[in-house]
């Protein structure tokens, strides 16, 4: 768990944080993808 609150911080600062987690983890062989999706079924919660 993590909370990381400043006024520039973006969804790339997530996402580069998140592949430095997993290849730390896993490898740097490791290939890794985000594949972001949209579900609107479950709009608003």
């Known amino acids: 768990e993590a909370?990381?609150?400043d006024k520039n911080v973006s969804?790339?600062?997530l996402?580069?944080?998140l592949l430095y987690f997993?290849?730390?983890m896993f490898g740097p062989e490791?290939?890794?993808r985000?594949?972001?999706s949209?579900?609107?079924f479950?709009?608003?919660s």
């Open 15 to 17: 996402r580069q944080t």
């Open 38 to 40: 949209y579900f609107p």
């Open 22 to 24: 997993a290849r730390e």
């Open 30 to 32: 490791t290939k890794i």
């Open 3 to 5: 909370l990381y609150v």
């Open 42 to 44: 479950t709009e608003p």
């Open 34 to 36: 985000l594949r972001p």
């Open 11 to 13: 969804f790339a600062d």
